[in-house]
């Protein structure tokens, strides 16, 4: 005789605890996956900002170097320009003069544009830094939500089961007959 068939009432109180057992521990596993997926996240935008960072040091960096040769070449091109004035007989006033200023002012705005150029690109890096560390907050905010909604479910189906247990656990029990007269 098989067990299962003969105590039908007291295998269906087992397999409601069985399953409120199964669901506990699928919930606590699903948690887990849940927390290491937050920090996870957490951890690619703190990585992802940082890289952002970095880029936007980078690029002020060769902002600079670029900047200080434009500096240089334009040392050497004023040089030469007094050069061939100084050549030609010209004296360093009026229209020789001016032409250096013009240039001298041109070179500058050059390197100022160099600079507002990378100095834009670094604030967009910063900013973009900035913004990956508030999505890996976000992340980590709408896991521990997730967290709670899971850990309600599981234990609302752990109650379920018991409900059940119990149920078939009164059922199985044979209710008393009162005494004939």
Request: overall charge neutral; charged content about 25%; cysteine-free.
């Amino acid at each position: 005789m098989d067990i299962l068939t003969h105590y039908p009432t007291n295998n269906m109180a087992f397999f409601a605890i069985a399953g409120a057992v199964a669901t506990g521990v699928g919930t606590y596993m699903s948690v887990q996956g849940q927390r290491a997926s937050a920090k996870a996240a957490e951890q690619s935008a703190e990585w992802n900002a940082d890289q952002a960072r970095k880029q936007a040091s980078y690029e002020e960096s060769v902002a600079q170097k670029n900047m200080r040769r434009e500096r240089e070449n334009n040392k050497r091109e004023l040089a030469r320009m007094r050069a061939l004035g100084a050549r030609s007989g010209l004296a360093e006033a009026g229209a020789v003069s001016d032409n250096l200023i013009e240039a001298s002012e041109r070179h500058q705005t050059e390197i100022d544009d160099i600079w507002d150029r990378a100095s834009t690109q670094a604030k967009q890096l910063r900013g973009q830094a900035q913004m990956s560390l508030w999505e890996g907050e976000q992340a980590k905010t709408a896991s521990k939500y997730a967290i709670y909604g899971t850990v309600a479910s599981g234990l609302t189906s752990v109650a379920s089961s018991g409900v059940e247990a119990y149920g078939n656990y009164k059922a199985s029990k044979p209710t008393p007959t009162p005494p004939v007269e």
